[in-house]
């Protein structure tokens, strides 16, 4: 168990919808990454926060948005479903929130279906 | 673009046997190489490092090997087990704020 937690585990939805993925960090730590794991795909780092605000993006669409909270917990919106947004999302969450060799340590995803 | 690269998507060795995971990557500026490990409904775990000025690392059965002319990475577990039967995510960042970027994985099958 990595000490970070992620809810729903399983959402299935339509086209169009808007869904809400929520992800509570590791006690104690201030950064949460958000990563995106599509079919044979490697995972596609999405955005990072850092107590509170924006310290990274990556390959994340206009659609999606994601923002953390005072009480550290971060949430990832996504809107405009599409089917091709189908995937497993998941959170991961470091100490430090600086440097590039703290270990992130990751939740056990949600598996997103679009239908 | 793929930057990060793990050509081999699965990969079977015998327990006891040395299991070799390679890894690829492109961007020079990458200066920090993680191995990730991930078993099915699981999220990745943190398995071994390594900074760019080092060539070797190594943590009991595994040990990460960096090639930085070549752009090479690899990781080697000795002997291997059944336990370590997973996926392997070679994973780099280029400093600054963690922006990891991840390889497609490779099933790793340990055979009893």
């Known amino acids: 168990d990595s000490g970070v937690t992620q809810t729903p585990k399983h959402l299935i939805t339509a086209t169009g919808q808007r869904v809400t993925l929520r992800c509570s960090p590791r006690?104690?730590?201030?950064?949460v990454y958000w990563y995106q794991q599509s079919l044979d795909q490697g995972l596609q780092f999405l955005i990072q926060y850092y107590n509170g605000e924006e310290r990274a993006k990556g390959n994340i669409l206009e659609r999606f948005s994601a923002q953390q909270f005072p009480d550290l917990h971060s949430e990832l919106n996504l809107s405009s479903l599409e089917l091709g947004d189908s995937a497993l999302y998941f959170c991961?969450?470091?100490?430090?929130?600086?440097?590039?060799?703290?270990?992130?340590?990751f939740g056990p995803g949600t598996r997103l279906t679009v239908l | 673009d793929q930057q990060v690269k793990q050509n081999s998507p699965s990969l079977s060795v015998q327990e006891g046997r040395i299991s070799i995971l390679n890894c690829d990557y492109t961007n020079s500026m990458f200066d920090y190489f993680l191995w990730y490990k991930k078993y099915p409904a699981e999220g990745p775990t943190f398995l071994i490092s390594?900074?760019?000025?080092?060539d070797k690392n190594e943590d009991g059965r595994f040990t990460v090997f960096l090639n930085k002319s070549a752009k090479h990475l690899s990781l080697h577990i000795v002997p291997s087990q059944p336990g370590d039967s997973a996926v392997y995510f070679c994973?780099?960042?280029?400093?600054?704020?963690?922006?990891?970027?991840f390889g497609t994985g490779t099933k790793l099958q340990v055979i009893p």
């Open positions: 991961a969450s470091s100490g430090q929130g600086g440097g590039n060799t703290d270990t992130q340590y």
């Open positions: 006690s104690g730590d201030l950064s």
């Open positions: 390594i900074s760019s000025i080092k």
């Open positions: 994973a780099a960042s280029d400093g600054g704020y963690q922006k990891v970027t």
